[in-house]
């Protein structure tokens, strides 16, 4: 809000030396014109620019976070991706260039050069504070990655965890079929005692066939 405020400040300023300029019987001095340029241009739009800057791209980095996040997973915030002492470093850097700046439309000799000094150092600012929110979003973005590889790559062990045991399950069930079918049969053959199909049992002496098997 502090660039917003700047902005509208400067635009009052502006349009009263031009409302100044245009009802005064004789004209202002030439340099009230280059003041009033300079709160419209620099004071401004410039500062407006800078305010819509800092609010578009931390949201456009959240946003972009957010809808890659897993549900219940909340991305940083704006003002973790560009905290508000950087925005106050640099508004502070701006606020500085635009005094200067209007003070040269008056005294132009002396000051020159420290105003185009203090405007570079606020547009530098301004740059690098744009430029750790890009850097803000790309380190999350890696992190975010790598933590879907490792969540992948679990569950993948989990899968074949999984798969093995099942298999080993199934191996375990066919081994176990075979002596249940044998003890089956062999219950259903020999379950009375008697030999099937009446055949003679000798175990021993002849055992009458039609007679409990066995040895006398």
């Not at 996040?69 to 701006?94: E, H, S, T, W, Y």
């Not at 790559?153 to 066919?174: C, G, P, S």
């Not at 002596?179 to 002849?206: K, Q, S, T």
Request: with cysteine; aromatic share 8%.
């Amino acid at each position: 809000l502090d660039f917003w405020r700047a902005g509208m400040a400067s635009l009052m300023l502006a349009s009263v030396i031009w409302a100044a300029g245009t009802a005064s019987p004789t004209r202002l001095p030439e340099s009230m014109d280059i003041l009033a340029g300079v709160l419209a241009l620099f004071g401004f739009a410039g500062s407006v620019t800078s305010g819509m800057l800092y609010k578009i791209m931390p949201f456009l980095a959240w946003f972009h976070l957010q809808s890659m996040c897993p549900p219940g997973v909340l991305a940083p915030n704006m003002k973790q991706i560009l905290p508000d002492r950087l925005q106050r470093r640099q508004f502070v850097a701006q606020l500085i260039a635009l005094a200067l700046l209007c003070a040269t439309t008056i005294w132009p000799g002396p000051l020159i050069y420290p105003a185009a000094l203090a405007l570079a150092v606020a547009a530098v600012l301004l740059h690098w504070n744009l430029i750790l929110i890009v850097r803000a979003y790309m380190r999350r973005r890696r992190q975010m990655a790598g933590a879907d590889i490792d969540l992948q790559r679990r569950e993948d062990q989990l899968r074949r965890r999984q798969t093995l045991v099942a298999r080993a399950a199934h191996r375990d069930e066919i081994g176990f079929a075979d002596p249940v079918m044998d003890m089956e049969i062999g219950g259903a053959l020999l379950g009375d005692g008697r030999f099937p199909f009446g055949l003679a049992a000798i175990v021993g002496r002849v055992i009458v066939t039609g007679k409990d098997a066995g040895v006398r």
